[in-house]
Nanobody
């Protein structure tokens, strides 16, 4: 079975850092792209960052560029999201997600979602 297990969320003050982890299983990560999406209360889900398993290419949504870094450990089927200089507007449930083809950061181009991990940034 395809599974994506996100962890690492928590409560942090503005300006702080967190690292999210995503354990991937049930498929060969090298052949897919994995994204992080988030959903804040009352808002739609939005794509934050993506990494292509085969070549490590990365993509970021504009609001997180320069603050978030996505990385992968292909040997251990892990994807990470290092989040620095966190802001209250980063507060959301973060999901690791498998893209259907390549990095799109569009919900309709994804197929499998993990359970989500809560990130709360206090001001």
């Amino acid at each position: 079975d395809v599974q994506l297990q996100a962890s690492g969320g928590g409560l942090v003050q503005a300006g702080g850092s967190l690292r999210l982890s995503c354990a991937v299983s049930g498929f060969n990560f090298d052949g897919w792209a994995i994204s992080w999406f988030r959903q804040a209360p009352g808002k739609e889900r939005e794509g934050v960052s993506c990494i292509i398993g085969s070549d490590g290419s990365t993509y970021y949504e504009d609001s997180v560029k320069g603050r978030f870094t996505i990385a992968s450990d292909n040997a251990n089927n892990m994807v990470y999201l290092q989040m620095n200089n966190l802001k209250p507007e980063d507060t959301a449930v973060y999901y690791c997600v498998r893209e259907i083809q390549t990095c799109s950061l569009k919900t309709f181009l994804t197929d499998y979602w993990g359970q989500g991990t809560q990130v709360t940034v206090s001001s």
